[in-house]
């Protein structure tokens, strides 16, 4: 929850109720904001988010994106639009598995509603007035004839005339734009080397340009608040193989999620490196996505957050991040950075979209056939997670495959997690002897170990 502000214009001061929660937020913020400046964002949405009012605030969100470096395409749809302009003619409305029967009628209707609403996101993005968010905006929007279809054809013995699917994106115009700094505004029309005009899905347009722009995220704005499992809770994020088993084993999935999901699975096996489905109901849900680790909606990637490997001296920082809360607590034993730098090929890292979530380390006692796991920790925000399970079973193949016969800690707060895991007391004089000599009698540790 960000704490209320009044907002003034740059020159004016800015009261705030309470700074802190809002100073963390930003400090944890930039992480992202130097990681997504200059990266390729497509972000589509239907046509219900201009119908209904909520492009407004959508737009104050793109805005600050484009300030801080990012490249934007935007990908609008036309349905409701459409819909209305059918029904408000007397118009047949035909559907066939989801996709349009667009003949010369629905065509007119779907040409005069892209239109329309190209032209008030255009008008929205273009906004500058003083004491808003968009204050000092200079946004430069381009669209175009972008996108080569072709048509769908007859589809289960029906002909879907004007309806269509993406042959080609013009990918080498569209970054042309970007370097300029414009925004790209991406309409679910594409026109035919024959001058012939095809209705589109904003999501068949969207996952094209995704793919063809090699673009590092995907988005999705939906009436849903993401993927959600069996249960109806929102899953935080998949990998595409989990996506796909979603897809499979989970009934009753909301009509939107069936539209994208199997469009952002196309998205990461094609080169996109995220996706994100997040709800266009929650004001600001693109932010909290985008710029908080816990996000709003679901993530999908290709390949598992998550990575286990052996750390590196570029890792020491991020291990101290992790041990330092915890050594204040008096949890673990002080270590200074030199003495980290000096046993970093100690350590194995649990790294978390590129960033350090936990840690542990090693240490051999050849003579005993014993290892000591020493500074098993999770940093507070990752934790719940099961990382802890990740890294001790880490660990355990370590000492395996090294040839211990068991591995023993020294905790004075975590005994019942150790027991838990197979851990049994022991005491001090069982420890290795070189480790007996240096055991702290007044910290007065509890000895556990394990049969590897």
């Not at 949405?45 to 201009?50: A, K, M, R």
């Not at 381009?142 to 279809?149: E, K």
């Not at 029309?189 to 996952?207: C, H, K, Q, R, W």
Request: charged letters at 25%; aromatic letters at 8%.
């Amino acid at each position: 929850m960000y704490p209320s502000y009044t907002y003034t214009h740059p020159d004016q001061a800015i009261p705030l109720k309470d700074t802190t929660h809002f100073v963390h937020w930003f400090r944890s913020a930039a992480p992202y904001i130097h990681g997504f400046r200059g990266k390729t964002f497509v972000i589509a949405f239907g046509g219900e988010l201009v119908a209904d009012g909520g492009f407004v605030q959508m737009a104050h969100d793109v805005n600050l994106l484009n300030s801080l470096g990012v490249r934007l395409v935007l990908v609008h749809g036309v349905r409701p639009q459409v819909e209305a302009r059918l029904t408000d003619s007397g118009a047949a409305i035909r559907y066939v598995n989801g996709l349009r029967v667009t003949d010369d009628t629905a065509l007119a209707c779907v040409k005069e509603a892209a239109g329309t609403v190209r032209v008030e996101i255009e008008a929205l993005l273009s906004l500058g007035i003083a004491n808003t968010p968009m204050a000092g905006a200079d946004i430069r929007v381009a669209s175009g004839n972008f996108v080569t279809a072709q048509p769908l054809g007859v589809r289960d013995g029906v002909d879907l005339l004007h309806t269509g699917e993406v042959r080609k994106i013009d990918a080498a115009a569209i970054r042309r734009r970007l370097d300029q700094n414009d925004i790209v505004l991406l309409s679910p029309i594409g026109y035919s080397p024959t001058g012939e005009i095809f209705n589109l899905s904003l999501e068949d347009v969207a996952t094209q340009a995704a793919v063809e722009l090699a673009a590092d995220k995907l988005i999705f704005l939906m009436d849903t608040e993401g993927v959600p499992d069996k249960a109806g809770a929102i899953h935080n994020a998949l990998t595409v193989n989990e996506a796909r088993q979603v897809l499979e084993k989970t009934r009753d999935l909301p009509e939107d999620v069936t539209y994208y999901l199997p469009c952002a699975i196309t998205a990461c096996t094609h080169g996109v490196k995220r996706a994100h489905f997040i709800s266009r109901h929650r004001d600001g849900a693109l932010l909290s996505e985008l710029f908080t680790r816990e996000g709003v909606g679901t993530l999908i990637t290709p390949a598992p957050l998550e990575t286990l490997r052996a750390a590196t001296i570029d890792d020491v920082g991020g291990i101290l991040g992790v041990i330092e809360p915890l050594e204040r607590d008096g949890i673990l034993v002080r270590r200074s950075r030199e003495l980290l730098e000096m046993e970093v090929d100690r350590f194995l890292v649990l790294e978390s979209d590129g960033v350090i979530a936990g840690c542990a380390a090693l240490y051999p006692f050849p003579e005993e056939q014993a290892a000591e796991l020493a500074c098993l920790a999770v940093a507070k925000d990752f934790r719940g997670r099961g990382f802890g399970d990740m890294l001790l079973a880490h660990a355990e193949k370590i000492g395996k495959k090294m040839g211990f016969k068991r591995l023993f800690v020294l905790t004075t707060r975590t005994e019942h997690w150790f027991e838990e895991r197979g851990f049994v007391d022991s005491t001090p004089d069982q420890l290795p002897r070189s480790k007996q000599a240096l055991y702290n009698y007044k910290r007065r540790s509890k000895v556990l170990e394990k049969s590897l």
